[in-house]
Protein backbone atom coordinates (compact mmCIF):
# COMPACT_ATOMS: atom_id res chain seq x y z
CA UNK A 1 0.00 0.00 0.00
CA UNK A 2 1.04 3.36 -0.58
CA UNK A 3 2.89 5.30 2.24
CA UNK A 4 3.28 9.13 0.63
CA UNK A 5 0.43 10.56 -1.18
CA UNK A 6 2.15 13.74 -3.68
CA UNK A 7 -0.78 16.43 -4.12
CA UNK A 8 -1.33 17.99 -6.58
CA UNK A 9 -0.89 15.04 -9.40
CA UNK A 10 0.06 17.36 -11.78
CA UNK A 11 1.17 20.68 -11.69
CA UNK A 12 1.94 23.36 -14.64
CA UNK A 13 3.62 26.60 -14.16
CA UNK A 14 5.48 29.20 -16.22
CA UNK A 15 9.06 29.25 -15.80
CA UNK A 16 10.13 31.92 -13.00
CA UNK A 17 7.51 31.28 -10.62
CA UNK A 18 7.72 28.98 -7.79
CA UNK A 19 6.33 25.25 -7.46
CA UNK A 20 5.24 23.64 -4.17
CA UNK A 21 4.42 20.02 -4.03
CA UNK A 22 2.67 18.24 -1.17
CA UNK A 23 3.39 14.74 0.48
CA UNK A 24 1.30 13.13 3.04
CA UNK A 25 2.52 9.57 5.02
CA UNK A 26 0.55 7.82 7.33
CA UNK A 27 2.85 5.92 9.69
CA UNK A 28 6.00 6.84 11.74
CA UNK A 29 8.76 7.84 9.56
CA UNK A 30 13.00 7.43 10.32
CA UNK A 31 13.10 9.96 7.33
CA UNK A 32 11.62 11.54 4.26
CA UNK A 33 13.31 12.18 0.66
CA UNK A 34 12.23 13.75 -2.51
CA UNK A 35 13.41 11.91 -5.56
CA UNK A 36 12.84 13.43 -9.05
CA UNK A 37 12.26 11.27 -12.52
CA UNK A 38 12.56 12.56 -15.67
CA UNK A 39 10.73 10.87 -18.52
CA UNK A 40 12.06 7.60 -19.42
CA UNK A 41 14.55 7.78 -16.68
CA UNK A 42 15.36 6.55 -13.44
CA UNK A 43 14.62 8.60 -10.26
CA UNK A 44 17.24 11.02 -8.98
CA UNK A 45 17.71 11.40 -5.47
CA UNK A 46 17.24 15.30 -4.46
CA UNK A 47 17.45 16.13 -0.79
CA UNK A 48 16.57 13.83 2.57
CA UNK A 49 14.91 15.60 5.73
CA UNK A 50 15.19 13.74 8.68
CA UNK A 51 12.25 13.45 11.29
CA UNK A 52 14.05 15.52 13.58
CA UNK A 53 13.92 17.94 11.25
CA UNK A 54 11.79 21.14 10.30
CA UNK A 55 13.53 22.61 7.27
CA UNK A 56 16.17 22.00 4.78
CA UNK A 57 17.53 23.58 1.83
CA UNK A 58 19.61 22.53 -1.43
CA UNK A 59 19.96 25.63 -3.64
CA UNK A 60 16.54 26.49 -5.36
CA UNK A 61 14.92 23.31 -3.20
CA UNK A 62 13.09 24.13 0.50
CA UNK A 63 11.74 20.92 1.94
CA UNK A 64 9.78 21.01 4.97
CA UNK A 65 8.83 18.31 7.51
CA UNK A 66 5.83 18.83 9.64
CA UNK A 67 5.74 15.40 11.67
CA UNK A 68 2.67 16.11 13.78
CA UNK A 69 0.73 16.56 10.46
CA UNK A 70 2.54 13.66 8.77
CA UNK A 71 3.59 15.84 6.08
CA UNK A 72 6.04 17.31 3.69
CA UNK A 73 6.48 19.74 1.36
CA UNK A 74 8.73 20.37 -1.58
CA UNK A 75 9.38 24.27 -3.15
CA UNK A 76 11.08 24.93 -6.28
CA UNK A 77 12.06 28.35 -6.66
CA UNK A 78 12.52 30.19 -9.90
CA UNK A 79 11.15 27.10 -11.68
CA UNK A 80 12.82 26.44 -15.23
CA UNK A 81 12.09 24.76 -17.78
CA UNK A 82 14.68 22.14 -16.96
CA UNK A 83 12.69 20.96 -13.56
CA UNK A 84 9.99 19.67 -15.93
CA UNK A 85 9.91 15.80 -14.43
CA UNK A 86 7.97 14.04 -11.99
CA UNK A 87 8.48 14.29 -8.31
CA UNK A 88 8.17 11.90 -5.50
CA UNK A 89 8.11 11.42 -2.03
CA UNK A 90 9.34 8.63 -0.14
CA UNK A 91 9.08 7.17 3.06
CA UNK A 92 11.90 5.58 5.11
CA UNK A 93 10.62 3.15 7.70
CA UNK A 94 11.95 0.39 9.34
CA UNK A 95 15.57 -0.32 10.25
CA UNK A 96 18.69 1.79 9.42
CA UNK A 97 18.33 1.10 5.65
CA UNK A 98 14.21 -0.66 5.82
CA UNK A 99 12.15 0.43 2.99
CA UNK A 100 11.50 3.34 1.06
CA UNK A 101 7.97 4.03 0.63
CA UNK A 102 7.03 6.02 -2.60
CA UNK A 103 4.07 7.86 -3.30
CA UNK A 104 2.56 8.20 -6.78
CA UNK A 105 4.74 11.41 -7.53
CA UNK A 106 3.87 14.92 -8.89
CA UNK A 107 3.96 15.27 -12.96
CA UNK A 108 5.50 19.15 -12.95
CA UNK A 109 4.98 20.84 -16.01
CA UNK A 110 7.45 24.07 -16.39
CA UNK A 111 6.66 26.30 -19.54
CA UNK A 112 9.22 28.88 -20.74
CA UNK B 1 31.30 6.47 -11.10
CA UNK B 2 29.31 4.95 -14.10
CA UNK B 3 26.24 4.60 -11.10
CA UNK B 4 23.71 1.60 -10.88
CA UNK B 5 23.43 -0.04 -14.81
CA UNK B 6 20.60 -2.12 -15.70
CA UNK B 7 20.50 -4.76 -18.27
CA UNK B 8 18.99 -4.78 -20.73
CA UNK B 9 17.24 -1.31 -21.55
CA UNK B 10 14.69 -2.74 -23.08
CA UNK B 11 12.81 -6.08 -23.29
CA UNK B 12 9.79 -7.77 -25.54
CA UNK B 13 9.28 -11.14 -25.00
CA UNK B 14 6.32 -13.99 -25.67
CA UNK B 15 3.86 -14.69 -22.75
CA UNK B 16 5.55 -18.20 -21.05
CA UNK B 17 9.02 -17.33 -21.38
CA UNK B 18 11.25 -16.50 -19.06
CA UNK B 19 12.92 -13.22 -18.52
CA UNK B 20 15.94 -12.04 -16.11
CA UNK B 21 16.74 -8.35 -15.26
CA UNK B 22 20.46 -7.82 -14.24
CA UNK B 23 21.84 -5.04 -12.27
CA UNK B 24 25.59 -3.94 -11.38
CA UNK B 25 25.25 -1.90 -8.03
CA UNK B 26 27.74 1.23 -7.08
CA UNK B 27 30.44 -0.05 -6.15
CA UNK B 28 30.85 0.34 -2.08
CA UNK B 29 26.63 0.20 -2.04
CA UNK B 30 25.76 -2.77 -0.18
CA UNK B 31 22.09 -2.12 0.00
CA UNK B 32 20.41 -3.25 -3.39
CA UNK B 33 16.91 -2.78 -4.28
CA UNK B 34 14.59 -4.19 -7.17
CA UNK B 35 11.18 -2.12 -7.95
CA UNK B 36 8.77 -2.17 -10.35
CA UNK B 37 6.67 1.05 -11.73
CA UNK B 38 3.50 1.06 -13.50
CA UNK B 39 0.66 3.60 -14.10
CA UNK B 40 -1.88 2.38 -11.87
CA UNK B 41 0.18 0.46 -9.13
CA UNK B 42 3.13 3.64 -9.34
CA UNK B 43 6.85 2.05 -8.05
CA UNK B 44 6.42 -1.08 -5.47
CA UNK B 45 8.98 -2.49 -3.78
CA UNK B 46 9.89 -6.40 -4.58
CA UNK B 47 12.99 -7.37 -2.69
CA UNK B 48 16.12 -5.65 -1.13
CA UNK B 49 19.81 -7.30 0.07
CA UNK B 50 21.77 -6.00 2.50
CA UNK B 51 25.20 -7.63 2.41
CA UNK B 52 24.32 -9.76 -0.36
CA UNK B 53 21.44 -11.54 1.93
CA UNK B 54 17.93 -11.00 0.69
CA UNK B 55 16.00 -9.22 3.86
CA UNK B 56 12.19 -8.48 2.81
CA UNK B 57 11.21 -10.08 -0.39
CA UNK B 58 7.58 -9.66 1.13
CA UNK B 59 6.89 -7.69 -2.46
CA UNK B 60 7.52 -10.20 -5.10
CA UNK B 61 4.33 -10.57 -6.81
CA UNK B 62 4.50 -14.45 -6.77
CA UNK B 63 6.85 -17.25 -7.15
CA UNK B 64 6.58 -16.63 -10.81
CA UNK B 65 9.48 -14.02 -9.53
CA UNK B 66 12.41 -14.91 -7.92
CA UNK B 67 15.76 -12.74 -6.89
CA UNK B 68 19.46 -13.11 -6.32
CA UNK B 69 22.52 -11.44 -5.72
CA UNK B 70 25.31 -13.60 -5.70
CA UNK B 71 28.20 -10.92 -4.63
CA UNK B 72 28.24 -7.46 -4.02
CA UNK B 73 28.69 -6.39 -7.58
CA UNK B 74 25.60 -8.21 -9.33
CA UNK B 75 22.06 -9.33 -8.78
CA UNK B 76 19.44 -10.53 -10.90
CA UNK B 77 15.44 -10.72 -11.08
CA UNK B 78 14.05 -13.57 -13.02
CA UNK B 79 10.54 -14.06 -14.57
CA UNK B 80 9.66 -17.65 -14.96
CA UNK B 81 7.02 -17.86 -16.48
CA UNK B 82 6.45 -14.48 -17.68
CA UNK B 83 2.52 -12.65 -18.01
CA UNK B 84 1.52 -10.04 -20.16
CA UNK B 85 0.76 -8.18 -16.16
CA UNK B 86 4.58 -8.09 -16.12
CA UNK B 87 4.57 -5.39 -17.97
CA UNK B 88 6.51 -2.86 -16.34
CA UNK B 89 9.73 -0.88 -15.85
CA UNK B 90 11.76 -2.45 -13.63
CA UNK B 91 14.40 -0.53 -11.46
CA UNK B 92 17.51 -1.44 -9.50
CA UNK B 93 18.76 0.83 -6.69
CA UNK B 94 21.61 0.88 -4.25
CA UNK B 95 22.55 2.55 -1.19
CA UNK B 96 24.93 3.17 1.67
CA UNK B 97 23.46 2.93 4.56
CA UNK B 98 26.36 4.42 6.68
CA UNK B 99 25.81 7.48 3.80
CA UNK B 100 22.00 7.50 4.53
CA UNK B 101 21.93 11.52 3.74
CA UNK B 102 22.55 10.45 -0.02
CA UNK B 103 19.43 8.45 -0.26
CA UNK B 104 19.39 5.60 -2.69
CA UNK B 105 20.78 5.79 -6.48
CA UNK B 106 18.53 4.27 -9.37
CA UNK B 107 19.60 2.71 -12.75
CA UNK B 108 17.99 3.62 -15.73
CA UNK B 109 15.47 1.01 -15.84
CA UNK B 110 14.48 -2.01 -17.92
CA UNK B 111 11.40 -1.82 -19.56
CA UNK B 112 9.90 -5.27 -19.53
CA UNK B 113 6.94 -5.82 -22.50
CA UNK B 114 5.36 -9.28 -22.42
CA UNK B 115 2.99 -9.89 -25.39
Known amino acids: SQQGEEDPQALSIQEGENATMNCSYK?????LQWYRQNSGRGLVHLIL?????REKHSGRLRVTLDTSKKSSSLLITASRAADTASYFC????????????FGKGTKLSVKP | DAGVIQSPRHEVTEMGQEVTLRCKPI?????LFWYRQTMMRGLELLIYFNNNVPIDDSGMPEDRFSAKMPNASFSTLKIQPSEPRDSAVYFC?????????????FGSGTRLTVV
Open chain 1, 49 to 53: IRSNE
Open chain 1, 27 to 31: TSINN
Open chain 2, 27 to 31: SGHNS
Open chain 1, 90 to 101: ATGVGGSQGNLI
Open chain 2, 93 to 105: ASSNPSRAGYGYT
